[in-house]
């Protein structure tokens, strides 16, 4: 079993829809990041948590430490939201990250 | 924004060759990773360091080394490429949040 477990790991969601990734973790963490990579390009990170809730524009992103699962929703979703998302597991003195295995997003028109 | 930077972008080398991959930070971060990531698959920890002359193995470290004598730099070698190391490389750094490098495409021919 991963330590660090997506889903859906594919989504696929018309324009406009609200779309939400989940994220469960198994270890003791530091923090839980959320990624974004489009294809053939490189990693962006969208947010580090390590509770509560983080808002960026459309994207919300939010940490249950006793549930040890994380979401991130997007809202007003369009085709440029269309990508992979990735979500990581910070743990030890060193912030050594476990990935999860992603979640490819398709947004249609 | 990343001030985070690898070298070169991309590299095609015969079987048996040393190689090094660079990367470099602006930041100051303490905390830099290197990771194998193949395409549409997730990605693999091979080496990470939380300072100066403090380097970690990951679960893909037994073919290259690292070292870490400045903060800024944070170079991987491979001591004998081979085929099965084609594959992206990737550099990041953990301050506020994560950074990426823009990744070296390596072929092994």
């Known amino acids: 079993k991963n330590e660090v477990e997506q889903s859906p790991q594919n989504l696929t969601a018309q324009e406009g829809e609200f779309i939400t990734i989940n994220c469960s973790y198994s270890?003791?963490?530091?923090?839980l990041h959320w990624l974004q990579q489009h294809p053939g390009g490189g990693i962006v990170s969208l947010f580090m948590?390590?509770?509560g809730k983080k808002k960026h524009g459309r994207l919300i992103a939010t940490i249950n430490i006793q549930e040890k699962h994380s979401s991130l929703h997007i809202t007003a979703s369009h085709p440029r939201d269309s990508a992979v998302y990735i979500c990581?597991?910070?743990?030890?003195?060193?912030?050594?990250?476990?990935f999860g295995t992603g979640t490819r997003l398709q947004v249609t028109l | 924004e990343a001030d985070i930077y690898q070298t070169p972008r991309y590299l095609v080398i015969g079987t048996g060759k040393k190689i090094t991959l660079e990367c470099s930070q602006t930041?100051?971060?303490?905390?830099m990773y290197w990771y194998q990531q193949d395409p549409g698959m997730e990605l693999h920890l091979i080496h990470y360091?939380?300072?100066?002359?403090?380097?970690e193995k990951g679960d893909l470290s037994s073919e290259s080394t690292v070292s870490r004598i400045r903060t800024e730099h944070f170079p991987l070698t491979l001591e004998s490429a081979r085929p099965s190391h084609t594959s992206q490389y990737l550099c990041?750094?953990?301050?506020?949040?994560?950074?990426f490098g823009s990744g070296t495409q390596l072929s092994v021919l």
């Open positions: 948590l390590s509770s």
């Open positions: 270890v003791g963490i530091s923090a």
């Open positions: 360091s939380y300072g100066v002359n403090s380097t």
């Open positions: 930041m100051g971060h303490d905390k």
């Open positions: 990041a750094t953990l301050g506020k949040k994560l950074f």
């Open positions: 990581a597991a910070s743990t030890g003195t060193a912030s050594k990250l476990t």
